[in-house]
């Protein structure tokens, strides 16, 4: 107040008391900053071990209510001194930069311990082994990160003016988020030399910093832009990640040296499934992602698409199902021409790719992929029909001995309208011998063509499913054509069995020993 009245004199007799009066001010300016950094050093000297508070869920905790007290009154009072003496710098105030100073580096050291564990913990102990939700320290870290700032902007809104909680908030915080943004980095250099097993971790972690940065928006108005900006680059890897999956799977069938010979499934097929299994427990930042890209853009991965989408629209789950549906149809299509390339005869075609369509279906009906992949239904039922074709198509052979020539104006071969069995007796005796040669040769032909089949067909590995469903359709096929010719012609070697090596029994018998 002496000061201001000096000024206002503006003699220059007052000038030596007025400098003085300055230096007064300053030093006591200056005092009133070092106990402002004495008692925020004290509070600060002892860093806080995060961990303990986000394992038990339990609030970060804050200055004590004295101390802010104290700190709210210097800070008001330096405030005050530095506007009335019109500093040229009054964006920020010694109390703003000592508070940024000291709690930012306590923030810092606080949470140094977790940014080195979501590094360490990046590593697995089986390289190849597809990332698991929540195994890395990435979760913890970023918990750690809501909490403790959360509770320090908590501090700084006891302690500083409305206008200035912000700029104090983001300046408190910038040492941290400079220490996350180099952990996000690591864990990008991580996810991308280790694309195909790890980008799972990547989508997790596009996820837990949009919440984050959202969650932080809510609660101090600030530092959403700073915290999303540092997962662009992993954002950019994981939108990569998926055209990379497509076309690993589409490499691996298309290089595939050798088949199975008994027609069992590869193991590209349960590790496609397992992948689009594993992404289901990633939706939300997948949704994000695939949105960016649009319909298709997985299969365009030159297309330039720098879209930063933080909403997420449910419709965009339809995206994901074309994903899958993509992936799927990749994987089928491929190995179907190497079926084709590498298995002689399309029976064993037919038994390699009903094994390989009924993982992929099992897969689906028994995880979270089956509500998104309803509209896929009808593709697999598609799928399965061509394969049951491709092994049917062997069958064609011995259920075409089994045809005969129906002459319909010789009254003796007409059928008895009646319904009942035809007499076998009365039908051979009104042959003729090349006749009875003929239906000799083909009960014959086809005994040994029957036999063989059931042969390789107890030969094939055959999913369960695959196999009652196989077997199934083979008897509806072959058992109504062979009654109807045994009944017709099974006088032919008169009960001898050197023909007629089958009764009705005893081909229903072997037909029902395939499943």
């Known amino acids: 107040m002496a000061l201001a009245d000096l000024k206002r004199t503006n003699l220059r007799s007052n000038e030596q008391a007025i400098a003085q009066l300055n230096g007064l001010l ?237 027609g069992a499934a590869v193991p590209i097929t349960t590790e496609t499934m397992r992948r689009l299994q594993e992404m289901t427990n990633y939706l939300d930042p997948l949704s994000s992602i695939l949105a960016s890209l649009g319909e298709g853009g997985w299969n365009n991965p030159s297309a330039n698409n720098s879209s930063t989408t933080l909403d997420v629209n449910p419709d965009m789950v339809k995206l994901f199902a074309s994903y899958a549906s993509d992936t799927i149809d990749t994987l089928i299509q491929n190995l179907t021409a190497k079926a084709k390339m590498l298995l002689k005869g399309k029976n064993l075609q037919g038994v390699f790719l009903a094994n390989n369509i009924a993982i992929v279906t099992r897969v689906i009906r028994n995880s979270e992929l089956a509500p998104l992949l309803e509209s896929y239904a009808g593709k697999l039922a598609s799928w399965r029909k061509t394969s049951s074709a491709m092994y049917l198509e062997a069958w064609r052979e011995p259920s075409g001995h089994l045809l005969d020539v129906q002459y319909t104006n010789r009254s003796k071969e007409r059928p008895h309208s009646g319904g009942g069995a035809p007499d076998s007796a009365a039908i051979v005796k009104g042959l003729g011998s090349k006749d009875k040669d003929a239906i000799k040769e083909k009960f014959k032909s086809f005994n040994t063509s029957f036999e063989d089949l059931v042969a390789r067909h107890r030969t094939y590995a055959m999913e369960a499913e695959v196999r009652t469903t196989l077997s199934k359709e083979v008897q509806n096929i072959i058992e109504p054509l062979y009654n109807r010719f045994y009944d017709k012609y099974r006088e032919i070697d008169k009960g001898k069995g050197k023909y007629v090596k089958y009764d009705k029994t005893e081909l229903n018998k072997a037909l029902m020993s395939f499943s």
Not at 70 to 77: E, M, P
Not at 90 to 118: K, M, V
Request: net charge neutral.
């Open 26 to 262: 300053k030093l006591g300016n200056k005092q009133l900053e070092d106990v402002f950094r004495g008692i925020l050093g004290e509070c600060s000297r002892q860093k806080l071990q995060p961990l303990e508070f986000v394992a038990k869920n339990n609030p970060f905790p804050l200055l004590e209510q004295d101390k802010l007290s104290t700190l709210r009154g210097i800070n008001n009072h330096i405030s005050q001194a530095v506007a009335s003496t019109s500093q040229a710098d009054l964006s920020s105030t010694p109390t703003q930069r000592i508070y940024a100073d000291i709690r930012g580096s306590y923030l810092e050291s606080s949470l140094a311990s977790l940014a080195q564990a979501s590094v360490t913990t990046a590593k697995k102990v089986q390289p190849d082994a597809l990332y698991k939700k929540g195994t890395n320290g990435i979760g913890t870290y970023v918990q750690a990160i809501e909490g403790i700032f959360v509770a320090e902007y908590d501090n700084i809104t006891n302690v500083f003016a409305r206008g200035e909680w912000m700029p104090v908030c983001e300046s408190t915080c910038q040492a941290s988020l400079g220490e996350f943004n180099r952990t996000l980095r690591d864990l990008n250099g991580h996810v991308q030399k280790n694309l195909l097993t790890d980008c799972f971790l990547g989508y997790e972690i596009c996820g837990m910093v949009r919440t984050l940065s959202l969650r932080l928006q809510d609660t101090t108005g600030t530092l959403k832009g700073q915290i999303y900006d540092s997962v662009k680059p992993i954002r950019e890897t994981s939108k990569t990640s998926l055209s990379k999956l497509i076309e690993d799977t589409r490499v691996r069938t298309q290089t595939l040296v050798a088949l199975p010979m008994d």
